[in-house]
């Protein structure tokens, strides 16, 4: 796909229901956790995505058999000592959460893999996940600047008592998946509680993960038989904020958004949002496992927000998004202790600034966060915005053109790709036709 014309006009506002696709970093989850257990795992409402068909691919060249039945994904899990040695390098594509897990999980493997990606993918940091592991006595070596590509030789792990120095899921969730091969238990501790989707999935397969109520602690009990389970994917916060902003910032706007996950370690854009004054009714949906609900917003007039540290784990992916809705609020809001950001698929506090100023935004970037002076309209200075290869920039920006009052045109539209396949789609469903991106 070339470029992707904005038509940038007033709408009469974002009208109608979405069912928005599965959550990522569950899918992830499911196909991982699903190829080292026993039988089948059956995964609904999987989320089709560049990033999760990464790992659907990784499991494949790991020897695992994925099929499809209907709508659903199926995953002949192996058992934890199912897996084959890979016979080319592993292609983790433009994914961080596919890397990180996985050199978790082939840590303690009775083999040798190397993991390759993107060209944006091998600028991010590996060490993160290969030093912890190598107190457990992993062998993982990266290149030379700490980056992919990674060789990882599988050896007997030990188990360990850990604190994790950055508060980042994909290097909890890579510990814990070693520890699950290790000699004896694992004690993890986080700097600051992130998600904990991989903590759920694994007790409902079988595994003896604990999290004391400091919700920091993880003790992780080794050589479970985890048995292969439905998970339903319910659908993804992440993606479901796009739409929370722009009904919001979008004046005579009404929406509903269907089956979200609203997992606490997620819902900080919630939070976030209803302390800015927006107007959203959460309905929860009875659910056995990942919590879930329908999601009703209509157009509200906000105030500003400060975002500190402990408030960024979870609302991480959608900081462009606070970034937006603070650019359209009259007075200045920030955004600290977020320089988890700039290790992303992109530096997201560069783009966010320089992307955000073509559209007249003031805005001033710190080395942990954003400044933002924001303002009811804004008179861009570039028409041509551009999403840099990063989906979620990508899709913020479309969401800022909504405000915009002149034609705009986004450079490489198609990373939305890596989450959201349908984003374009679905959002021209919410929008009057003159509207139509
Ligand atoms: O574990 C996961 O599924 C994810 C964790 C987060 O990354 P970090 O753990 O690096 O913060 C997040 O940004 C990413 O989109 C998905
Ligand atoms: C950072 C993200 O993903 P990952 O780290 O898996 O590439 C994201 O989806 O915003």
């Known amino acids: 796909m070339g470029k992707r014309k904005l038509i940038s006009q007033p709408t009469a506002g974002l009208h109608g229901e979405l069912l928005l696709p599965g959550d990522k970093s569950i899918s992830h989850r499911a196909l991982l956790i699903g190829s080292i257990s026993s039988g089948t795992t059956v995964i609904k409402h999987f989320l089709h995505s560049a990033d999760c068909l990464s790992t659907l691919q990784a499991i494949r060249d790991l020897g695992i058999t994925v099929t499809e039945q209907g709508n659903d994904i199926v995953v002949h899990g192996q058992g934890l000592t199912g897996l084959q040695a890979p016979a080319n390098p592993l ?9 990180r897990l996985i050199m978790g999980l082939l840590a303690g493997q009775d083999f040798q893999s190397v993991l390759t990606g993107d060209s944006s993918l091998q600028k991010r940091p590996m060490r993160r996940v290969s030093d912890p592991l190598s107190t457990m006595g992993a062998d993982i ?54 998600r904990d989707h991989t903590e759920i999935m694994l007790r409902k397969f079988g595994a003896d993960v604990q999290t004391a109520p400091d919700h920091l602690t993880i003790t992780v009990k080794p050589q479970p038989e985890l048995k292969g389970q439905t998970v339903d994917v319910p659908g993804d916060m992440s993606s479901a904020a796009f739409f929370l902003t722009a009904a919001t910032i979008v004046p005579h706007s009404d929406i509903i958004l269907r089956n979200v996950n609203i997992n606490t370690t997620r819902t900080g854009i919630l939070d976030a949002l209803l302390k800015m004054g927006a107007n ?27 975002l500190g540290e402990k408030d960024i784990p979870a609302i991480i992916d959608e900081l462009p998004l ?34 955000l100023r073509k559209l007249g935004v003031s ?17 861009p200075v570039d028409p041509t915005l551009d999403s840099h290869g990063d989906h979620r920039i990508g899709m913020m920006m479309a969401i800022a053109a909504l405000r915009s009052t002149t034609a705009l045109l986004l450079r490489n539209p198609e990373a939305v790709a890596v989450s959201y396949p349908e984003f374009f789609v679905d959002l021209n469903s919410l929008l009057t036709k003159e509207k139509e991106l």
């Open 91 to 99: 292609d983790m594509g433009n994914s961080g959460t596919t890397t």
């Open 141 to 194: 070596q990266t290149a030379p600047a700490g980056t992919l590509p990674v060789k990882i030789t599988g050896q007997p792990l030990h188990g360990v008592h850990i604190k994790l120095p950055v508060a980042s899921a994909q290097v909890k969730s890579a510990l814990i998946l070693a520890a699950l091969q290790a000699d004896r238990s694992s004690t993890i501790i986080e700097k600051l509680p992130t």
């Open 280 to 306: 959203i009714q959460v309905t929860a949906l009875p659910s056995s496992g990942e919590p879930a609900a329908d999601l009703r917003v209509r157009s509200a007039d906000l105030s500003p927000l400060d």
């Open 322 to 355: 606070i970034a937006l809705l603070a650019a359209c609020t009259p007075g200045r809001s920030t955004i600290t202790g977020a320089q988890e950001l700039r290790f992303k698929e992109t530096d997201r506090i560069a783009v966010i600034a320089q992307e």
């Open 363 to 379: 805005i001033q970037e710190l080395p942990d966060g954003l400044i933002i002076e924001g303002q009811e309209t804004w008179r």
